[in-house]
């Protein structure tokens, strides 16, 4: 490319007379130059890194949205799985070891070495942080929860092998055929079904055919088996170790006070007797005359879906027969 020739006219010679850069307008030419080349440079790259992303930034991108859906469902199972493990804790704390007569396993033994959150800075400034700590306290929580669990249940076996005829005469069982249970009214306050007004309901209403088998629930002996007053022809079964059991409604009565009973053994009929509205089994279980949730003592014949159920049935159950 040809370079401009620039001509100045000199009066003194009356002629123009070309003109030759100086060095120093040599070379501001040439910086003003590089900085326009500079600038215009960096305008084309600010455009071309910011405006226009490359395929692999897109499959970047598109893996980083994906690792955060992933990363939230992982943290909804987890939560799932505490929720779990805090009903085990529960039954844990509030069945097994009350039946065997031992202390809660208390906060600290369960949850201890947890309370330091300086473990968790090793996600400091990352993009998903929030997310990502707490699912890592939560897996944290969950295994020092399964072992400390596991070491309970290992003592709680050791307590179960030292205490066999306790458990012997321990409720444990439903008093009437597993396979057609079925449960009208729970445990708690209802609405009397003859009077209408609010009552303490003492037990769970079973409702059944007439005739149907009644079991004992656990090893014990019979105190009284006859009539009684608002239940009909009643068992009373007097366990030991402050467990008694009551028997409402029944058809007939099978046993005599005084005598011995095992758990499976009959013991009488389902029946419509004294103050009932059907055909069912009124059954209580009682611990130092106090009356206890049934649903707390079926641990040795149900599975955990039948478990489940018969504590939604129980839950929910608001028909009293009694």
């Not at 069912?280 to 040795?300: A, G, K, S, T, W």
């Amino acid at each position: 490319m040809a370079r401009n020739i620039y001509y100045r006219y000199n009066p003194e010679t009356d002629n123009y007379e070309r003109v030759y850069a100086t060095l120093g307008v040599k070379v501001l030419s040439g910086l003003r130059l590089l900085l326009l080349s500079c600038l215009f440079g960096a305008v084309f790259f600010c455009i071309a890194y910011y405006g226009f992303a490359s395929p692999g930034e897109d499959n970047l991108k598109e893996e980083n949205e994906q690792l955060s859906q992933q990363l939230t469902v992982m943290e909804k199972r987890v939560d799932g799985a505490l929720k779990v493990m805090d009903e085990i804790r529960n039954r844990d704390d509030n069945l097994y070891r009350v039946m065997m007569q031992m202390e809660p396993v208390n906060r600290a033994q369960r949850y201890a070495g947890l309370d330091n959150d300086s473990r968790y800075a090793q996600y400091a400034g990352l993009s998903d942080e929030k997310i990502l700590v707490t699912l890592a306290r939560n897996i944290d929580i969950l295994e020092r929860s399964l072992y400390a669990q596991s070491i309970s249940f290992d003592k709680l076996r050791e307590a179960l092998a030292s205490q066999s005829e306790k458990l012997a005469h321990t409720p444990s069982v439903l008093p009437i055929n597993v396979a057609d249970f079925s449960i009208s009214s729970g445990f708690g306050n209802r609405i009397d079904p003859v009077y209408g007004t609010t009552k303490f309901h003492a037990g769970l209403d079973f409702p059944a055919d007439v005739g149907d088998p009644v079991f004992a629930t656990a090893k014990g002996r019979v105190t009284f088996a006859g009539w009684k007053d608002g239940y009909g022809n009643c068992i009373d079964i007097d366990h030991g170790y402050g467990y008694t059991t009551r028997f409402g409604h029944l058809n007939s009565v099978g046993v005599k006070t005084g005598q011995t009973v095992v758990r499976g053994d009959k013991i009488g009929e389902v029946g419509n007797t004294g103050k009932s509205t059907g055909p069912h089994l009124h059954y209580e279980v009682r611990l130092n005359d106090e009356p206890q949730n049934p649903v707390n003592y079926y641990f040795m014949d149900l599975t955990p879906a039948q478990y489940d159920e018969m504590v939604k049935q129980a839950e929910n159950a608001g028909r009293v027969m009694d």
